[in-house]
């Protein structure tokens, strides 16, 4: 097979994206010529920067504060010349054009939004729902689309479709189906968009000339969030601005553009200018959240006989030559939100769900003891002060913490500092226990060189030393009536970077199971930050985050960067790229090659996008498509190939986010036999070899 195409790769219609639009002119109400040539310079500038649809709102061609002179032939037809003009204009326009317009039919009138793409007229969607109360009187101009006898419409020389229950599907770009409404549908019980989103649309678009009032702006952002959140969409509002009638009214010009509840881009209100907003909408998103979200599908299923009227027309966008970049910020610690209000209240989110597990579990048992085994490590740090604030809300005292460390062949004089000084701060039951002697002991029964002082540090010499720590902690367990508290973290189960059985792959309970390790480390520099714990424990949590990620197993001297031993991040890679390769293979299950598009646009220049602001500036990376397909490969190896007999056997721990689990009981369940060859060969034959 031939190398991938580096220009392809960098274009956003590569990877499951597409670029959605939504304008908001400066109407001249009752002058649809001009209305239509604001709409068409606005059209253009869509067209050119490669947005594949762009919305405008309400009965834009002529105004929707109007009134009376809506029922004006000269009107009327001027919004017939104003269309004609539009859809001539669009035969040299990359982008589907949305425009509302108040269109004869039946014999009646009809507030409609009119889809136009290359010349032609795709369809006509007419208002569904009318609105005649306080300040609204559409009833006295319009029929809704219940009123309709037929399904077609004569106009400008062709028949279109004329019904609500329309779907724009794009050929060329896989899962790109668009369906449409007009202003107050959305505030009904149940919009149309609904039936829309039911029926295959994922891009829902809503033409509104919706005036404000004290308050008005937020309700209309919680209505574009909901529904596309409960529609699992992306919905893009377009509402009048400046230049309707101010005669009873106010006009805002608010356009907003969401995807599954989260806001991508929004107007200028009050604005005097013309306004085109931009955003690019991750369909692969929606779809995986559609495919694994059973009550969408049951929806789809009892409605279905309503979903058969649905009528499909297709169009072709014609994909751009040149490569489209992504103008959407891609978050570098997904687990970890990079604004500061909202990382602090996740991770007391997450602190609360840990604590309150392991509350619950203690309480079930009637134990009133934990053992943990600190190392002086991020997780093991982390789940310690879990532990201390568990016994804490149980009303024990801290010194039911029964807290171990160990020192090995390699423990360093850094690590065991900061878990004495740790357990000494904390006021928890603070022991050490030299496993060496009892390692040397197995090594010497397995015939091992090691055991003699010979330097073979295999994998057999590792794991002698995590399995002795374990063994430990459960047979103190045992001695005290405890329970082993499991540090392991997520990344950690992902890679299969831990000792299996009698190790610490094993617990009674394991706090940190789905909790990444990236998000460990804010989860501790929130503890100092928030004054969790007193001050001298925050000086230590500091220097836990200060020292570098290893399991401490191999003599610092001996060490090899090449191999199993060494400092963690040089074996399975750097922690915050691989939790961002996991978040988005385990929640969206995204293909390699846009795993590797998304990660080298997040990484690929320190100077990029928000970092969050605990991490100093010399921490601060960036990373080559090289280095990411690198690091790729290695997670898709160790997390499809060798590492879920792990994950299938691992201890009972909460699960805290909605990126994920690894719990063979909860999120994930998977052969312990697979391959990744799938996963490898798509990474080998999506991904350029370099920028």
Same mark, same amino acid.
């Not at 793409?117 to 369809?123: F, Q």
């Not at 293979?585 to 100077?607: I, N």
């Given at each position: 097979?031939?190398?991938?195409?580096?220009?392809?790769?960098?274009?956003?219609?590569?990877?499951?994206?597409?670029?959605?639009?939504?304008?908001?002119?400066?109407?001249?109400?009752?002058?649809?010529?001009?209305?239509?040539?604001?709409?068409?310079?606005?059209?253009? $500038?869509?067209?050119?920067?490669?947005?594949?649809?762009? =919305?405008?709102?309400?009965?834009?061609?002529?105004?929707?504060?109007?009134?009376?002179?809506?029922?004006?032939?000269? +009107?009327?037809?001027?919004?017939?010349?104003?269309?004609? $003009?539009?859809?001539?204009?669009?035969?040299?326009?990359?982008?589907?054009?949305?425009?509302?317009?108040?269109?004869?039919?039946?014999?009646?009138?009809?507030?409609?939004?009119?889809?136009?793409?290359?010349?032609?007229?795709?369809?006509?969607?007419?208002?569904?729902?009318?609105?005649?109360?306080?300040?609204?009187?559409?009833?006295?101009?319009?029929?809704?689309?219940?009123?309709?006898?037929?399904?077609?419409?004569?106009?400008?020389?062709?028949?279109?479709?004329?019904?609500?229950?329309?779907?724009?599907?794009?050929?060329?770009?896989?899962?790109?189906?668009?369906?449409?409404?007009?202003?107050?549908?959305?505030?009904?019980?149940?919009?149309?968009?609904?039936?829309?989103?039911? =029926?295959?649309?994922?891009?829902?678009?809503?033409?509104?000339?919706?005036?404000?009032?004290?308050?008005?702006?937020?309700?209309?952002?919680?209505?574009?969030?909901?529904?596309?959140?409960?529609?699992?969409?992306?919905?893009?509002?377009?509402?009048?601005?400046?230049?309707?009638?101010?005669?009873?009214?106010?006009?805002?010009?608010?356009?907003?553009?969401?995807?599954?509840?989260?806001?991508?881009?929004?107007?200028?209100?009050?604005?005097?200018?013309?306004?085109?907003?931009?955003?690019?909408?991750?369909?692969?998103?929606?779809?995986?959240?559609?495919?694994?979200?059973?009550?969408?599908?049951?929806?789809?299923?009892?409605?279905?006989?309503?979903?058969?009227?649905?009528?499909?027309?297709?169009?072709?966008?014609?994909?751009?030559?040149?490569?489209?970049?992504?103008?959407?910020?891609?978050?570098?610690?997904?687990?970890?939100?990079?604004?500061?209000?909202?990382?602090?209240?996740?991770?007391?989110?997450?602190?609360?769900?840990?604590?309150?597990?392991?509350?619950?579990?203690?309480?079930?048992?009637?134990?009133?003891?934990?053992?943990?085994?600190?190392?002086?490590?991020?997780?093991?740090?982390?789940?310690?002060?879990?532990?201390?604030?568990?016994?804490?809300?149980?009303?024990?005292?801290?010194?039911?913490?029964?807290?171990?460390?160990?020192?090995?062949?390699?423990?360093?004089?850094?690590?065991?500092?900061?878990?004495?000084?740790?357990?000494?701060?904390?006021?928890?039951?603070?022991?050490?226990?030299?496993?060496?002697?009892?390692?040397?002991?197995?090594?010497?029964?397995?015939?091992?060189?090691?055991?003699?002082?010979?330097?073979?540090?295999?994998?057999?010499?590792?794991?002698?030393?995590?399995?002795?720590?374990?063994?430990?902690?459960?047979?103190?367990?045992?001695?005290?009536?405890?329970?082993?508290?499991?540090?392991?973290?997520?990344?950690?189960?992902? +890679?299969?970077?831990?000792?299996?059985?009698?190790?610490?792959?094993?617990?009674?309970?394991?706090?940190?199971?789905?909790?990444?390790?990236?998000?460990?480390?804010?989860?501790?520099?929130?503890?100092?930050?928030?004054?969790?714990?007193?001050?001298?424990?925050?000086?230590?949590?500091?220097?836990?985050?200060?020292?570098?990620?290893?399991?401490?197993?191999?003599?610092?001297?001996?060490?090899?960067?090449?191999?199993?031993?060494?400092?963690?991040?040089?074996?399975?890679?750097?922690?915050?790229?691989?939790?961002?390769?996991?978040?988005?293979?385990?929640?969206?299950?995204?293909?390699?090659?846009?795993?590797?598009?998304?990660?080298?646009?997040?990484?690929?220049?320190?100077?990029?996008?928000?970092?969050?602001? +605990?991490?100093?500036?010399?921490?601060?990376?960036?990373?080559?498509?090289?280095?990411?397909?690198?690091?790729?490969?290695?997670?898709?190896?160790?997390?499809?190939?060798?590492?879920?007999?792990?994950?299938?056997?691992?201890?009972?721990?909460?699960?805290?986010?909605?990126?994920?689990?690894?719990?063979?009981?909860?999120?994930?369940?998977?052969?312990?036999?697979?391959?990744?060859?799938?996963?490898?060969?798509?990474?080998?034959?999506?991904?350029?070899?370099?920028?």
């Amino acid at each position: 097979m031939s190398a991938p195409d580096p220009l392809a790769f960098r274009s956003l219609y590569r990877h499951g994206f597409v670029r959605v639009a939504a304008a908001v002119p400066r109407v001249r109400i009752a002058e649809p010529i001009l209305n239509a040539d604001r709409t068409i310079e606005l059209a253009r $500038r869509a067209s050119d920067e490669r947005a594949a649809l762009v =919305a405008f709102p309400e009965l834009g061609l002529s105004g929707y504060s109007i009134e009376d002179l809506l029922h004006q032939q000269a +009107l009327l037809d001027g919004v017939l010349e104003g269309l004609r $003009r539009l859809v001539a204009a669009s035969a040299e326009l990359f982008c589907a054009v949305v425009v509302g317009a108040p269109l004869r039919a039946e014999g009646g009138l009809f507030n409609a939004a009119v889809v136009v793409h290359r010349g032609r007229v795709l369809g006509v969607v007419p208002k569904s729902y009318l609105p005649e109360y306080r300040e609204f009187y559409e009833k006295r101009h319009f029929r809704a689309a219940r009123d309709l006898v037929g399904d077609e419409l004569e106009l400008l020389g062709e028949t279109v479709p004329l019904t609500p229950r329309l779907l724009f599907g794009c050929s060329d770009v896989p899962g790109l189906t668009v369906h449409v409404e007009v202003c107050e549908d959305v505030w009904a019980p149940i919009p149309p968009s609904t039936y829309g989103a039911l =029926a295959g649309a994922t891009v829902l678009v809503n033409l509104s000339d919706s005036n404000v009032t004290i308050g008005k702006a937020d309700y209309r952002r919680l209505l574009c969030a909901s529904q596309s959140a409960r529609s699992i969409a992306s919905y893009v509002f377009s509402s009048a601005g400046a230049g309707e009638s101010t005669t009873d009214l106010a006009w805002d010009g608010q356009a907003l553009i969401y995807e599954n509840g989260d806001r991508l881009a929004e107007t200028e209100r009050f604005s005097d200018r013309d306004q085109l907003i931009l955003a690019d909408v991750n369909l692969d998103r929606l779809l995986a959240d559609r495919t694994t979200t059973s009550s969408f599908g049951d929806s789809v299923h009892d409605h279905r006989r309503t979903l058969a009227g649905f009528r499909r027309v297709e169009f072709e966008l014609g994909l751009p030559a040149e490569a489209v970049s992504l103008r959407r910020e891609i978050e570098r610690f997904p687990y970890v939100p990079a604004n500061l209000a909202t990382r602090n209240q996740r991770c007391e989110e997450v602190y609360s769900i840990q604590v309150q597990g392991l509350e619950t579990r203690l309480r079930a048992t009637g134990i009133e003891k934990v053992v943990i085994g600190v190392s002086g490590g991020l997780d093991s740090t982390h789940a310690l002060i879990v532990c201390a604030r568990a016994l804490d809300r149980l009303g024990l005292p801290r010194t039911n913490v029964l807290a171990y460390t160990m020192p090995g062949f390699a423990t360093s004089q850094m690590t065991l500092s900061n878990a004495r000084a740790l357990m000494e701060a904390l006021g928890v039951s603070g022991s050490e226990l030299d496993i060496r002697p009892a390692a040397t002991q197995m090594l010497r029964d397995l015939g091992h060189p090691a055991a003699e002082g010979a330097p073979e540090y295999d994998v057999t010499y590792e794991n002698v030393q995590a399995g002795e720590r374990t063994s430990h902690l459960f047979r103190l367990a045992n001695f005290h009536r405890a329970l082993v508290v499991g540090t392991g973290d997520l990344s950690e189960l992902a +890679l299969g970077w831990s000792t299996y059985g009698v190790g610490d792959q094993m617990s009674h309970y394991n706090v940190n199971a789905s909790v990444p390790k990236t998000l460990i480390q804010f989860l501790l520099r929130w503890a100092i930050d928030t004054g969790q714990y007193n001050d001298r424990a925050s000086e230590i949590l500091q220097s836990v985050l200060d020292t570098a990620i290893s399991p401490e197993l191999i003599p610092n001297h001996d060490r090899d960067a090449d191999r199993p031993g060494a400092d963690s991040e040089s074996v399975v890679g750097p922690y915050e790229l691989q939790d961002f390769f996991l978040y988005y293979v385990l929640r969206f299950g995204f293909r390699p090659s846009k795993v590797a598009f998304l990660a080298h646009h997040a990484w690929r220049d320190r100077d990029i996008g928000p970092w969050p602001d +605990l991490i100093p500036a010399e921490r601060r990376n960036e990373y080559s498509l090289a280095d990411v397909k690198r690091w790729l490969e290695v997670f898709l190896d160790r997390f499809f190939r060798t590492s879920q007999f792990k994950r299938s056997a691992m201890p009972n721990a909460p699960k805290v986010g909605s990126g994920g689990a690894l719990s063979p009981r909860g999120d994930w369940r998977a052969p312990s036999d697979s391959t990744a060859e799938t996963w490898l060969a798509e990474l080998r034959d999506g991904v350029p070899e370099a920028d």
